[in-house]
């Protein structure tokens, strides 16, 4: 069984993000990058499945710039087999797919498996549109995953509004991740150490034939309005009053 | 701010793990843990599962691999992320104990004691100080004298960190006549009739951490719990401190980096006579003078790895790493404060606490005079 699994590379959530002096993209300086959390419970239940299964293989795919290379690392450091890196810029959701299904058409897996969305753009399409172009089943935000005995099956329990709702695939499948699908793992240091040594392949994103023209330009990006303070009223009355005269919403 | 200049793309990569445990693990509780003046034992193991505990120690005995390098950028970054120097410390009470137990204990003493550290189910102390002489290793005074096959062992000890808690306490003993060479080596577990906590110490700062009293009272250990010969004690002592004093040299590192970064944070969204305190001058220029400093302690802590990892153990160069380290980080925590104006003064601001916890360095591990005094005698006046 094969597993491709994705690791997009993104800016810390802990960082401090600042709008650029152009206004159209955020300040890099001085910000740690690391793998999207959506795919590192990727990744996470990519391992799990190989555990389970036992001879299975995990290939970690990162679609952008040349940096990637380090969540790859990562991803390898976890415990995933070889990476592959397409490198390419200026790559919005419809291109990274069209990436990804050239590589996996290369690849042929059993199971894709994509967080369910990059926390920088929190676009939340990749997973839906590679699985469209490749005409392949697709279960989205999954937070349980089961492989059948004969492996020709998936059952994936989903969180829906109000509930879950349990849905089975056949394989070969693509699966988004949702957050309470695992823990992920810690990347130990013996697992550090072979994570250099495993098989990093580089590809150019031109080289794949594919066009990559954006269909999504980014014309201006601001942050959100300050919050104003709040206001801390002495009585219900006096807040059912400032909520119809003040605030209007009543 | 970028790491030591020994570092490889797999510090980076072990940082960030640690930096992720850290954030997750320790921070949300940070303030918690220090004002409860101790933090949950789950943590070990915890930490061993994340593959952090057991960084720096050979795999043979259920570390993680790696060498000191390693080991020092993990515990830095569990100080950057997790904010509480005390819990980190306490965590890592292991990095003195159990290294004696390494290069002497027999494979029996290191399966019963080294193992079950590094996997996060045992606590571990060293016990070298006691309440009449710190510094004066070579004058110690707890006895233990042979009896069959037990050493009945008496005296008491001070200052030792995680010692309330510990498992097993590595403690340098008497056993036989004055000076250097009557010192060794001996492993006293918990339960041992004699062996009591006498008192848990309150500090100035290191709060999540526990500092015990112990008192020994005829206290038969097995013979089998001696490390290495008799006698060899002081030797094993003065090897350990190399490395503990590079690894406290570090820690200041990492404690002057979290002063200076919260002091960074709050100088860019402090505002003062209408505009941000970074506005000022005096600030920035403080600011620079703190960076600076941290640079200059990082790269001597970092050439004294680079040269103990080569085989140089220079004893001077260590206590000079750890002098020039603590002085940085006690200043660096004092400007901290000072930034922070009104709050810096208040317990519930990081840098309140740093700056207590930055107290203990010239002091422990060796006081910043006993530092000058290996360096006298090593440059020959």
């Known amino acids: ?250 | 701010m970028s790491g030591y200049l020994f570092e490889r793309e797999e510090h980076k990569e072990l940082r960030r793990q640690a930096q992720r445990f850290a954030a997750a693990e320790i921070a949300p509780h940070a303030h918690e843990w220090e004002e409860a003046c101790e933090f949950p034992r789950a943590l070990y193991p915890r930490m061993a599962e994340a593959g952090l505990l057991g960084v720096g120690y050979s795999e043979e005995y259920g570390g993680a691999g790696g060498d000191i390098s390693h080991a020092l950028v993990a515990a830095e970054e569990m100080v950057l992320a997790g904010k509480s120097v005390g819990t980190v410390v306490g965590l890592g009470s292991h990095g003195i104990a159990i290294p004696p137990i390494i290069r002497l204990g027999s494979e029996d003493q290191k399966a019963r004691f080294v193992r079950p550290v590094l996997e996060g189910r045992l606590i571990s102390a060293l016990a070298i100080t006691e309440p009449g002489g710190g510094s004066d290793v070579a004058r110690l005074r707890t006895k233990a004298e042979r009896d069959g096959d037990h050493y009945v062992v008496n005296g008491s000890k001070t200052f030792i960190t995680s010692g309330c808690r510990a498992d097993f306490v590595t403690t340098a003993v008497r056993t036989g006549g004055e000076r250097h060479g009557g010192i060794s080596m001996l492993v006293i577990e918990r339960g041992t009739p004699g062996f009591t906590v006498s008192r848990k110490l309150e500090k100035t700062g290191w709060w999540a951490s526990d500092t015990a009293e112990l008192s020994f009272q005829d206290c038969r250990v097995p013979v089998g719990n001696l490390i290495g010969d008799e006698g060899s004690g002081f030797l094993t002592i003065m090897m350990n401190f190399v490395t503990e004093r590079l690894s406290l040299a570090s820690q200041c590192v990492a404690i002057g980096e979290l002063a200076y970064r919260e002091s960074v944070a709050y100088s860019t969204q402090r505002e003062a006579f209408g505009r941000t305190l970074g506005g000022f001058q005096v600030l920035r220029h403080k600011l620079a003078d703190m960076a600076t400093r941290i640079a200059a302690a990082r790269a001597l802590t970092g050439e004294c790895v680079i040269r103990f990892l080569d085989g140089e153990e220079s004893p001077s160069m260590a206590a000079m790493a750890k002098n020039t380290a603590t002085d940085m980080c006690s200043w660096v925590c004092d400007q901290a404060v000072q930034i922070h104006g009104g709050y810096g003064y208040m317990r519930e601001y990081v840098v309140e606490r740093l700056y207590r916890d930055a107290r203990l360095y010239p002091i422990g591990g060796g006081t910043r005079e006993i530092m000058n005094e290996i360096i006298s005698k090593v440059e020959g006046y």
Request: proline letters at 6%; hydrophobic letters at 40%; aromatic letters at 2%.
């Open chain 1, 1 to 250: 069984m094969k597993i491709l699994v994705t690791a997009k590379r993104v800016p810390d959530p802990e960082s401090t993000i600042k709008v650029n002096s152009s206004g159209d993209g955020i300040e890099e300086a001085g910000i740690k990058w690391v793998v999207n959390p959506f795919d590192e419970i990727a990744i996470e239940e990519a391992l799990r499945v190989k555990e389970a299964q036992g001879d299975a293989e995990v290939v970690v795919v990162s679609i952008g710039p040349s940096e990637a290379q380090e969540q790859l690392r990562t991803g390898l450091a976890m415990g995933a087999d070889r990476a592959i890196l397409v490198t390419g810029e200026n790559l919005d959701t419809s291109a990274v797919a069209k990436i990804l299904v050239k590589i996996v058409e290369k690849e042929s897996p059993d199971i894709v498996i994509t967080g369910k969305q990059a926390i920088d753009d929190d676009s939340n399409e990749v997973g839906q549109m590679t699985a469209q172009l490749l005409g392949w089943p697709q279960a989205t935000f999954i937070s349980e995953l089961k492989i059948a005995d004969d492996k020709s099956s998936a059952e994936c329990t989903r969180e829906v509004d109000g509930g879950m709702e349990t849905i089975s695939v056949p394989l070969p499948a693509l699966i988004t991740a949702d957050l309470r699908l695992n823990e992920p793992r810690y990347a130990s240091l013996p697992g550090i150490m072979k994570a250099r040594k495993k098989p990093l392949e580089q590809i150019e994103a031109a080289s794949l034939g594919v066009d990559t023209t954006p269909k999504i330009v980014i014309k201006s990006m601001a942050p959100p309005p300050a919050r104003e303070a709040g206001r801390i009223v002495e009585s219900v009355d006096e807040l059912v009053t400032a909520l119809q005269s003040e605030a209007k919403v009543l």
